[in-house]
């Protein structure tokens, strides 16, 4: 007898942070560390970012780029070599001082992102037009040391992929900031099943060393937003400290031009966040560690063996998917609730009816919707069920982001709306770094993005009045 | 115009260690970095190391192990929780002071090996029989500062897989360190094609807290030896300290038992000292980047245009191996040298002669022979070929270690058979930790390891003298 119990979350309405924490625990996906800020992953949580990793990886590659890996620790020095870069990073890093029992003669930090390592190299690497493009990706870990931390939102030690390419010309940069924002976007869409707002950072929110920096911003169901994902233009100090550059075809010199474009295990939490709900985790098929489960239910010991025997039949029905079998001794309603829990996307229920009437009943966690299906359509059944169950979670959180967006022309709206429900406040505001700071220390709220699809409307900004304001996403953000 | 110039390598036997970092640099695995004793993998190193990680995940999950992952920073006070744990990797840490701006009210080390912070963990997830055996594997960096690195073999940060499990009894954990090692075995012949000893290691040669190490230890072509992967039974000690407890099915509280195996990217290294030659890399098929590479051979632009359409044909044939097409501007002699050099198992040759009688024309790279096949045989022949690289690799390299595995029976013979040829001096020997270290200093040979296939064969030490003493090979070793 498996002594578990099984206890409700906090409801979301009433204590959504009590919520969060429940959850990750619960479904097992981390555990606080004794390392302050920083978490274990657990194996159902890292099964996920090893299916987020293994998909993203095959878009990376498909795109023609290769991974390689560069040293965890980078020299003090370096980071300093670009102004606003060390302005940006250095209250954030971790600092080597003490190594192999010496001090260290330059202190090292650990990595908080890898620019200025891989630029080094490209000083050595890139000499000629023909050297370029150079275009590399690394997986690796990095620590920015936070003070407040949250399970995969905020963690001072997160993993992630960083893409860094470098090019003859900023048109072709350009391409390659746009290229890898769009293939996050496919992903967030199409493997995660969210609806991301693209669009351009701000003066403010850009990448400490870029030229700007482009970005995906979801809403989570509390009305908060969340930075999914980032590609960024490099600015040419980066080239001119590390002293790269390339010969082109007329034999000139020139300064190259680079990008850097990332995404984390911050992306688990998004998918907490924007599918979760009381009864807990709801996962995309795609990333989910089992996209079915088996609930076996039987009451005698000549039911039990029936019902083995049939379950055997159901799982070669369906090799090509994630499946597991739960054959624990707990009760079927403990079961359904465990595996609700765990954000499984179809519970498929085995019982004497569905044995003598060679059926599967498969529920969706998304709505609970039940059907029944004879075994001999189930595998074009449960394919057709997973492509349901994608479509209905990307189009309810599409929706839920929608109904979350209000636009205000006036500063009192942006409060009151607030105030009344979160959300993405949409508006035209005219960029100005010191306002934004005023409206920041008014709302609470930051600028996420100024976003693609209305890059031709201009307007008045809701601050400060100026014409000519481009829409602009502003909201409360994780 | 492709312009580089390809040089040949300085022969092994002229000076082996200008061979391996040339060979390192021009094969494109690695090249050195600004930070001291750290090496980047660029993408065609780091490529054999993604493969190396697919198949081993494969293995390791195969057995039911799951992943997860631990913070890399570890608190100092943990490491010293186990005294032969701390006394063994204090000398070799990275120590973070400070971060976030401030000095760390406890410092912490960056993981050499990550026992302690899952055993703290451990801690907090058994406490009875029923949690047992916990089984996780983690894929991470770790950072063990040496003095004088070399690329793959000793470097201060390097790559790796780290199992540990824990279980109810002595009995359990030992089958799991004989399983690992028995997984390692497999994948080192079948995967990396390289024969290699199982034993265990010394009391002097151990890993620092366990009860006993055992290891695979593989012949390099220079006659020294390196070791490609260790698996341990921890000392209870550790669960002690760590207060790990569990209650057993009779309701008594009991000491658990931990193990902990590892293997890294050093097993790059085993491949090229183990493998390579004065031409350059040889890759076992299932770790190479490419299994075969194309050279299209052709004058006039009639016979490219040709030879074009055919080798898309032979691409088609197959796709179920990892091909690529060198249609570089070098000339087909350059093309040959630069694709030994880089270790590609095969060449596939294409030129008007094999077009015209539908033919292909293949070299294995590990002897140079060379056969044409019929085009229609092609994706038969290919796999045929692929099969018999792989047994004449491990083949010649099981002929080389027992042609370079020396028996004596006296110092003498010792230290004349080492100044003569290196290899693996085989030998009875008593285990006495203090002769050990003399024996060090006068041959600068270490144990490797006590082979399990010697178990039985009881015999009069070579030093000592001393009776019942057990067969155990010597080496100098990386």
Redesign the interface.
């Known amino acids: 007898m ?2 578990k119990k099984l206890t409700k979350l906090t409801p979301r309405t009433v204590d959504q942070a009590k919520w969060y924490q429940e959850l990750v625990l619960k479904a097992e996906l981390a ?1 606080y ?3 302050s800020g ?6 159902y949580g ?2 996920i ?2 299916l987020m990793q293994q998909e993203m990886d095959r878009l990376i590659k498909a795109a023609g780029i ?10 003090y020095s ?1 980071l300093e070599k670009e102004a606003s870069h060390v302005e940006g990073f ?12 010496k001090e260290l003669e330059e202190k ?1 930090v ?1 990595r908080p992102t890898s620019e200025t ?1 891989i630029y ?2 490209f000083a ?1 690497w890139v000499h000629s037009y ?1 050297d370029l493009p150079l275009r ?1 990706n690394q997986w ?2 990095v ?1 920015r ?3 407040r931390t949250l399970p995969f939102l905020r963690t ?2 997160f ?1 992630w992929q960083e893409g860094h390419t470098i090019h003859a010309t900023r048109e072709d940069a350009e391409k390659e900031v746009t290229r890898a924002l769009e293939m996050y976007k496919y992903f967030m869409n199409k493997y995660l099943n969210l609806f991301v707002v693209c669009g351009r950072k701000t003066e403010t929110e850009k990448f400490a060393g870029a030229v700007y920096t482009t970005t995906l911003e979801a809403m989570m169901k509390d009305g908060k937003a969340l930075q999914c994902g980032t590609s960024h233009l490099l600015n040419q100090s980066f080239a001119k400290s590390f002293n790269i550059s390339f010969v082109d075809q007329n034999n000139q010199k020139q300064l190259p031009w680079m990008t850097s474009w990332g995404s984390s295990t911050r992306m688990i939490g998004a998918i907490i966040l924007a599918h979760g709900d009381d009864q807990g985790l709801m996962l995309p098929p795609k990333v989910a560690p089992y996209q079915g489960v088996i609930v076996p239910i039987y009451k005698t010991n000549d039911e039990k063996t029936a019902v083995k025997s049939y379950v055997e039949k159901v799982q070669k029905l369906l090799t090509s998917y994630r499946i597991t079998v739960d054959w624990s001794d707990n009760s079927p309603g403990w079961k359904f609730a465990e595996w609700e829990m765990k954000g499984v996307p179809v519970r498929i229920e085995i019982g004497k009816n569905e044995v003598k009437n060679n059926l599967a009943t498969l529920v969706m966690r998304v709505n609970r919707f039940k059907k029944q299906i004879k075994v001999t359509d189930l595998k074009v059944e449960f394919t057709k069920t997973i492509s349901e169950i994608e479509e209905l979670m990307f189009n309810n959180h599409q929706n839920f982001t929608m109904a979350h967006t209000f636009p205000i022309t006036n500063l009192e709206d942006f409060k009151s709306q607030l105030a009344k429900q979160k959300g993405f406040i949409k508006t035209y505001f005219s960029g100005d770094s010191k306002q934004e700071k005023e409206i920041k220390n008014l709302t609470k709220a930051t600028t996420r993005c100024r976003p693609f699809d209305d890059e031709n409307d201009l307007g008045k900004c809701f601050y400060s009045g100026k014409e000519q304001s481009e829409v602009t996403l502003f909201a409360r953000a994780y």
């Not at 250095?90 to 029992?101: K, L, S, Y």
């Open positions: 498996d002594t555990d560390s004794p390392v920083c978490i274990i992953f657990r194996p890292y099964r970012w090893e290769e991974n390689a890996y560069f040293p965890l620790l980078i020299p370096f250095a209250p954030e890093v971790a600092i080597v001082t003490h190594a192999g029992g090292l650990i390592i080094s190299m050595k023909r590399l690796a870990n620590i040391w936070e003070k001072s030690e993993l």
